[in-house]
DNA sequence: CTAGGGTTAG
């Protein structure tokens, strides 16, 4: 009868499970066992309700219950430990006179939870000397901390510890490695133990197509989907989930169009999660309609799934409509989370409007999230974007714990409102506190120095790069310190670095250097950048115009004539200008 | 215990 009550509720709503439990005993006047508590402490790890669960904590004490035997206080370490509290988990684990494996189980995943996966080897260790068998939910465990972590040689250790004990890899075992190593970015060994498989069950196929999804592959994850279908494995919610990711990395909206008609015939089109990934797909598309008629549908819509409808306004130039979905959000008795307010923040960006980021400031105070890394950086660049250097600064010197994205963003902050020297100082300033510059730094800082007209200062970092800090210069490094040289007349330098640049980064590289040929009056290097230009693009009536110009304000009156001649020659008529304002009336 | 989703710097 007691038993009954909780256990019935547990698998639904945490709370909903309290409540009944204070029914029961408020109303019946029945109190609960230990089988309730037990019941009621998987509730609350479950969704990691950390005062319900202290609070049952204290009822059993209370109440001295009298078998407090393994089982329970397995359930109260489980309970800490989703809860994070290593410390709880810890202390009653030491003190258990009997343990089960699940026992070790749950402090192994409190270590995992509260971030300390050297902790969670420390314990297997432990089992092992022991001489207690882990069970596959304690190497699933650490396998599945192994790949969060990118810690292969834990995970190999694992793998080798399971062939030694010939433990039979069955499809769960097996799946969990071919994760393990596809997290660790080892896709080519996680497709060979797949491959070792017979029949690869769904569970297997997702694992792998999600793998090659996170390593960049998304046309290997659509090969694997084929497969998949060809061995006659019918796709579950998780495969389309992933299909609808192939679509967006593929940038192939057919794709996505294609998966949405069939979740649509296979009338899953209510499932949340379908529909939040549909409007995060439609959302990288621009296909703002879509997704919001997707959301609009959603009966109950998520914090993903206001997330996504708010990143995709956000980031498809509808500050306003972001702002408002936001709005709306506390009436659907959600709290908006640090990702949600990421996303506020980039629409708050590009409207420019600085009363707004100060409130999403005390917003982030209140909510007390101003630990959090992730969106200090976001704010330190908005405030930079509206206007507000000051306010970026100070946020940035407040960050007890930079990351090496604060640095960037405050760099780049400095960059974006010209103060090239502030830049460049702290750079350095970067570099003195130990920070590793990476390819965006040196984006930032070039395109900061090439418009503050610092050659020599921007000059001297490019070189840098390769030498000191093993960055090797990208395309938009090269674009930069073009640029650098070429606004400062330095033509032959930034022609010979034009060469480093694809072909077709090359011609609107050599196109603009025309330009400064002109500005500059430098035949010599119009010449050759004119003739290259010409090669790469002969069809394009503006070189021939911008050359011919430079040749006669030169005085080269034969030079601009043959160039005429030869525009002529090639028909080539100037393309009539048009106005976007114009046609845009006239429809 | 094993499948995934919204995210910061240019």
Known sequence: MVTGYAAAQVSDCCYEAFEVVKLMRYEDGLEPNRVTLVSLLQAAANVGAYKEGRAVHGYAVRRSIDSFDEILETSLMDMYSKCGDLRMSKLIFDRMSKRCIGSWNALIAAHVQIGQPLGA??????????????????????????????????????????????????????????????KCNRTNQGRILFDEIEAQDVIMFNVMVSGYLQAGFPDKALKTVCQMIEAGRKPNPATILNLLSVAADLREIR??????????????????????????????????????????????????????MI????????????????????????????????????AISSLGCLTLAKEVHGHIYRNRLEKEILILNSLLTTYAKCGSLGMAECLFKSIVKKSQISWNAMISAFGMHGKCLEAIDLFNQMLKEGFQPDDITFTSILSACSHGGYVEEGWRIFQSMAEKHSVTPNTEHYSCAIDLFSR????????????????????????????????????????????????????????????????????????????????????????????????????
């Open 121 to 182: 080897f420390e314990i297997f260790q432990r089992m092992l000397q022991e001489d207690i068998l882990p069970d596959m939910i304690t190497l699933a465990n650490l396998l599945s901390s192994c790949g969060d972590l990118k810690f292969l040689r834990q995970g190999k250790s694992i793998h080798g510890y399971l062939i030694r004990r010939q433990v039979q890899l069955d499809l769960v075992a097996t799946t969990a490695l071919i994760e393990m190593y596809c």
């Open 255 to 308: 794709i996505g169009k294609k998966v949405h008609a069939y979740v649509v015939r296979q009338g899953i089109g209510s499932n949340v999660d379908i529909a939040n990934q549909l409007i995060s797909m439609y959302g990288k598309f621009g296909r703002i309609e879509m997704a919001r008629q997707i959301f609009n549908r959603i009966t109950r819509k998520d914090l993903f799934s206001w997330t996504s």
């Open 311 to 346: 990143t995709s306004y956000a980031q498809h130039g509808y500050a306003s409509d972001a702002l408002m979905v936001f709005r709306l959000i506390h009436e659907e008795r959600l709290q908006p989370d640090l990702v949600t307010l990421v996303s506020l923040l980039q």
């Open 488 to 587: 400062s007349g330095r033509l032959e330098e930034a022609y010979s670095l034009v060469q480093h640049l694809p072909p077709r980064e090359r011609i609107s590289a050599l196109d603009a250097l025309l330009s400064s040929c002109r500005v500059y009056g430098n035949v010599e290097v119009a010449d050759i950048v004119g003739k290259e230009l010409l090669d790469l693009d002969p069809d394009n009536s503006g070189t021939y115009i911008l050359l011919a110009n430079i040749y006669s304000e030169a005085g080269k009156w034969d030079a601009a004539a043959r160039i005429r001649e030869i525009a002529k020659t090639k028909s080539l008529a100037r393309q009539p200008g048009y106005s976007m304002i114009e046609s845009a009336s006239v429809q």
